[in-house]
């Protein structure tokens, strides 16, 4: 198994990005339905701690 090297993953995240901002490269969007959050009437303790 390779291991990996984070740092350098990081810097190409923080790469691209400053590409995007600065236009010259776009990121892949989708579009997302956002469904409303159900309601909680009652919450009861299960354990205590």
Not at 25 to 37: E, G, I, R, Y
């Amino acid at each position: 198994m390779k291991k990996r090297d984070l740092f350098t993953e990081l810097t190409e995240g923080f790469d691209a990005l400053a590409d995007a901002r600065a236009g010259e490269q776009t990121f892949t969007t989708h579009k997302v339905n956002v469904q409303p959050t159900p309601v909680v009437s009652k919450v009861e303790r299960l354990a205590e701690i």
